[in-house]
């Protein structure tokens, strides 16, 4: 996809990030003007996958069901022959990971109030029956200083048989996972994304370098503000 190609009625016009079968583009609504942020999927590429074609259709059915202030916004669904364009809000301030890997853990006078708007963000799709299963800093967003947006609904599925519904499939990134999901066979879907946010924010690095899973991203550290 070229800068300046039109896809309907958003033009490109520069790039954000990329994967394995898709890329992320930056684009413009030429009615509104509102920049969005546009993820191509190649189906001739992610069609030898079927992991990858059930990622991107939990990802769509997810992301039509929850709507939240904290969790990113799907605004439409574009299929053309070979590929398909998933239109969301562009979200100016990029990944955490980004932020804390440049400038370090936040503090806890910082991280507190984005992690609140994280917990709600799950709670919210966890009414709804939806669990995450892939929370990390790379999959959450900064509108600003103290607003964010979950996103990356790739490993995300819906609890069809209720809160207590076992699930068997392992998900998200191992650095991040919840312990369950490496002692059990079958695990709860539901108590899986609060778990791996507690961890994530109070974790001791020192921790995962023991278990060699290289350098991870924390939400703040323990100092004082």
């Given at each position: 996809v070229t800068?300046?190609?039109?896809?309907?009625?958003?033009?490109?016009?520069?790039?954000?990030?990329?994967?394995?079968?898709?890329?992320?583009?930056?684009?413009?609504?030429?009615l509104t003007r509102d920049k969005v942020a546009i993820k191509v999927v190649d189906l001739d590429r992610a069609g030898l996958d079927a992991k990858a074609l059930?990622?991107?259709?939990?990802?769509?059915?997810?992301?039509?069901?929850?709507?939240?202030?904290n969790i990113l916004r799907l605004f439409e669904v574009v299929e053309t022959l070979g590929r398909v364009y998933l239109v969301?809000?562009?979200?100016?301030?990029?990944?955490?990971y980004n932020h804390i890997t440049q400038g370090g853990p936040l503090r806890e006078i910082h991280a507190a109030p984005l992690?609140?708007?994280?917990?709600?963000?799950?709670?919210?799709?966890?009414?709804?029956?939806?669990?995450?299963?892939?929370?990390?800093?790379?999959?959450?967003?900064?509108?600003?200083?103290?607003?964010?947006?979950?996103?990356?609904?790739?490993?995300?599925?819906?609890?069809?048989?209720?809160?207590?519904?076992?699930l068997?499939?392992?998900?998200?990134?191992?650095?991040?996972?919840?312990p369950e999901l490496f002692s059990d066979d079958h695990y709860i879907g539901a108590p899986v994304d609060p778990a791996v946010i507690g961890m994530q924010a109070n974790w001791d690095p020192a921790w995962f370098e023991i278990l060699r899973c290289g350098p991870v991203a924390m939400f703040f550290s323990r100092r004082s503000p």
């Open positions: 800068i300046g190609r039109r896809i309907g009625l958003y033009r490109f016009c520069g790039d954000i990030g990329r994967g394995n079968f898709s890329k992320v583009k930056l684009a413009v609504h030429q059930r990622m991107l259709s939990s990802e769509i059915a997810t992301l039509e069901c929850v709507h939240h202030p969301t809000e562009w979200i100016r301030g990029g990944e955490l992690l609140k708007q994280l917990l709600l963000a799950v709670k919210h799709m966890h009414s709804l029956g939806y669990v995450h299963r892939d929370i990390k800093a790379e999959n959450v967003l900064l509108l600003s200083e103290d607003r964010l947006k979950l996103a990356d609904f790739g490993f995300s599925t819906q609890l069809i048989n209720g809160a207590n519904q076992k068997d499939t392992f998900c998200g990134s191992p650095p991040y996972a919840a």
